[in-house]
């Protein structure tokens, strides 16, 4: 049982919005930076946001990141089939003094 | 190109010994955060261990204290991982990871293509 807590799955048509959401608490979320992660079966995963809503160069503006409070979510606009894969938040937790992931997500676009 | 490249995986015994490395370039070494991060078959990641700059911190996740090691060489743009005494549930691909400054909430931002871990008699 993670300490990030994501929904194990969730599904959209192509064009249409999807968001993943993120739960944690004050010891991890609520106090430290979150980052997502896109993770395709047999490949590195890929940074996608940092520091809660930034995006590195090259990743386009269909993502996005938001956090209040003890929770955090990645949102994808404009679904492609290509954006099918499982996707992670991670944070530290600073009570822990460890890294933590969510349990992962895995996005299908239908 | 920046990159991380890790080596060292194989079959190994429960009980048995294994040493990953991970070779960095194009990217000065000295001046990141590195860390381990693991996805066993049919899971999700796990964060296994981070160590500083200059190593002065270093964090393990509880399910390997005690029996994994992390460190590193900046002479010679090197990670390393020894594992001991490992287990069946140790068993996984294991990445490489360049934290992007020195928080230690910084997220990931160059991974390795990963090493593959087994432990079965």
């Known amino acids: 049982q993670s300490v990030l807590t994501q929904p194990p799955s969730v599904s959209a048509a192509p064009g249409q919005k999807v968001t993943i959401s993120c739960s944690g608490s004050?010891?991890?979320?609520?106090?430290?930076?979150v980052s997502w992660y896109q993770h395709l079966p047999g490949t590195a995963p890929k940074l996608l946001i940092y520091d809660n809503n930034k995006r590195p160069s090259g990743i386009p503006d269909r993502f996005s990141g938001s956090k209040s409070g003890t929770s955090a979510t990645l949102g994808i606009t404009g679904l492609q089939t290509g954006d099918e894969a499982d996707y992670y938040c991670?944070?530290?937790?600073?009570?822990?003094?460890?890294?933590?992931f969510g349990g992962g997500t895995k996005l299908t676009v239908l | 190109e920046v990159q991380l490249v890790e080596s060292g995986g194989g079959l190994v015994k429960p009980g048995g010994s294994l040493r990953l490395s991970c070779a960095a370039s194009a990217f000065t070494f000295t001046n990141y955060i590195m860390n381990w991060v693991r996805q066993a078959p049919g899971k999700g990641l796990e964060w296994v261990s981070s160590?500083?700059?200059?190593?002065?911190?270093?964090y393990y996740a509880d399910s390997v204290k005690g029996r994994f090691t992390i460190s590193r060489d900046n002479a010679k743009n090197s990670l390393y991982l020894q594992m001991n005494s490992l287990r069946a549930d140790d068993t996984a691909v294991y990445y490489c990871?360049?934290?992007?400054?020195?928080?230690?909430?910084?997220?990931?931002?160059?991974w390795g293509q990963g090493t593959m871990v087994t432990v079965s008699s």
């Open positions: 160590i500083s700059s200059r190593s002065s911190y270093i």
């Open positions: 991670g944070t530290w937790d600073s009570s822990l003094s460890a890294g933590k």
């Open positions: 990871a360049r934290s992007r400054s020195t928080g230690r909430d910084d997220a990931f931002d160059i």
């Open positions: 004050s010891s991890n979320i609520g106090n430290n930076y």
